[in-house]
């Protein structure tokens, strides 16, 4: 580890950033608010009012309430509609009525029943800060917040290379235990693929792990191994 840090400080753990999908979950909204290209109203009420005419807000003795126009039925629906902000669910318009708009960025709108799971809901509202992190909103107090890795970075792992006589005749120490990592390979039509990577200076027994699926969503693994031997004049 030690000659590893000294002579090879810029080849530590590398990591690649993978491409992230960043489509709601409901798909194409039937509707797009970009809030920045309107008049910016001081309240939520005055935005929905104004130029979001698929959603009618009403008032009642218990609160506010959203209803949203229903495209494929040409109608209204009944209750209020799946409201979310920064993709979390907000329960109570009345929450997400008294939020600072100025914090919103983009609101969009789906205008038909959508089904999720066992979950039918009457259109969805969806906000979207500037920042994606609720920018400020107090979840209820009986909400459970719950931290998790996510999705993890693409670890790359240095391989040395020995094209010409330099590097060839390189004295560089090379001291590595994982010889060769390649997680996105694909075999031909006959399931073969040709691989070539460089064994480090460590003599020794290396296990080879191979795991891979099929076009049909299969799994299939295998495991064997090859041994390193020092060489002799």
Known sequence: MQVQHIFYQDRGAQYRSVKVDTTAFYGTPDATYYLDDYTRFPVMEEILREYVPGVLVRKKRDGFHFINLDLVNKGVFETDPFIILDGTPIFDADEIMSYDPLKVKKLEVVLRRYYTGVLSLPGIVSFTT??????????????????????????????????????????????????????????????????????????????????????????????????????EN
């Open 130 to 231: 500037y920042e994606g992190d609720l920018s400020g909103f107090q979840l209820d107090a009986r909400s459970l917040v719950m931290d998790y890795e996510g999705l993890q970075f693409q670890r790359e792992f240095y391989t040395p290379k020995y094209e010409n006589n330099k590097q060839r005749e390189s004295r560089m120490p090379d001291q590595r235990n994982l010889l060769f990592w390649s997680p996105a390979t694909v075999t031909n039509v006959e399931g073969k693929q040709h691989l070539e990577f460089y064994t480090s200076d460590l003599t020794g027994d290396y296990q080879i792990v191979i795991e891979g699926m099929a076009a049909d969503g299969s799994a299939g693994s295998a495991t064997g191994g090859f041994s390193v031997r020092a060489f």
